[in-house]
């Protein structure tokens, strides 16, 4: 897959991710928390500009209830 085509994919996932957070009611703050770093570190990741690893996949699907198979999941951008 081209380079530019995994970008926009990560921030695709970044931009879902941001997306059920926020219907959820999870801040980036709390996101950090569980994650061991900072909201800094988080923000880079939840727009994509920084991967999202497999362990933060897991971390942030336990912490919405859902699969990393769900978080994945991107929905059509209105």
Known sequence: ???MASNLNAQRVAHSI???????GVSQSTVAEVLG????AVSRRLVGD????VEDLDVIAQLLDVT???LLEVQAIA
Do not use: G
Not at 18 to 24: C, E, I, S
């Open 1 to 3: 897959m081209p380079l």
């Open 18 to 24: 941001r997306a059920r957070l926020r219907a959820n």
């Open 37 to 40: 770093t900072s909201q800094a």
């Open 50 to 53: 920084v991967p999202l690893s």
């Open 68 to 70: 990393i198979a769900d």
